[in-house]
């Protein structure tokens, strides 16, 4: 494998439901990121890891969990999740050793809450 | 805090026509900026950067874009478009977040529609 994986690429899940999401990236980096994409609204960031340190937004719900155990596996654990929670989930990495951090992007995984 | 538009949502061009996809940014210094591109069912793929010097850069896939200071904008060209270029494109602003990472601020997108 190479660049930023995710599984699974597409997720239904009721509203009772816990799942998690996972990254794995290959490329040697520090640094990992995982955004909303909405319809119609511009990405947004939930969290980021960086060296062992978290950064989250403060607007995303308590029902979002991350977990980095190392810097090459990222997490997002999902519970009692709500219909408007349905987007695609995108994870990133990046690295502080390239000029100015540029992201990589995983292919996404398409959440849908019933 | 930074910001980027991208004024145009929709753009509908002709398989071997010019492009010009517009973005502008605000930003209180010295910006990084990127051009992302995403196809249907995809993440994003990185086209293009810009950190400083010439300020005419070139990328991937044909593509270039200008950094004009003076206007607050980092437009991306291409002088003669495919069908495979049909996808969204966004444009964005780095600043610094935490440590080694960025914070990247996208703006809305624009989708990109390639007539034969």
């Known amino acids: 494998e190479t660049g930023v994986t995710q599984t699974p690429r597409h997720l239904v899940m009721g509203m009772t439901n816990k799942k998690s999401l996972k990254c794995e990236q290959h490329?040697?980096?520090?640094?990992m990121y995982w955004y909303k994409q909405s319809a119609k609204k511009p990405l947004e960031l939930m969290f980021v890891?960086?060296?062992?340190?978290?950064?989250e937004n403060n607007s995303v719900p308590s029902r979002f969990s991350p977990e980095c155990p190392n810097s090459s596996h990222l997490f997002l654990h999902l519970h009692t999740l709500q219909p408007e929670d349905s987007a695609l989930y995108l994870c990133?990495?990046?690295?502080?050793?390239?000029?100015?951090?540029?992201?990589?992007f995983g292919p996404g995984t398409r959440l849908t809450v019933l | 805090a930074q910001s980027v538009t991208q004024p145009d949502i929709h753009i509908t061009v002709s398989e071997g026509a010019s492009l010009e996809l517009r973005c502008n940014y605000s930003?209180?210094?010295?910006?990084?900026l990127f051009w992302y591109v995403q196809s249907p069912g995809q993440g994003l793929q990185l086209l293009l950067k810009?950190?400083?010097?010439?300020?005419l850069v070139q990328g991937i896939k044909g593509f270039e874009a200008e950094f004009k200071r003076s206007q607050s904008s980092f437009n991306l060209r291409k002088p003669s478009v495919h069908w495979s270029d049909a996808a969204e494109y966004f444009c964005?602003?780095?600043?610094?977040?935490?440590?080694?990472?960025?914070?990247?601020?996208f703006g809305s997108g624009t989708q990109l529609t390639v007539l034969p």
């Open positions: 990133a990495s990046s690295s502080s050793g390239t000029p100015y951090n540029e992201q990589f």
């Open positions: 490329l040697g980096h520090n640094a």
């Open positions: 890891y960086s060296l062992e340190e978290r950064v």
């Open positions: 930003y209180g210094a010295t910006p990084y």
């Open positions: 810009y950190f400083s010097g010439d300020t």
């Open positions: 964005a602003v780095a600043g610094t977040l935490s440590g080694s990472a960025r914070q990247l601020t």
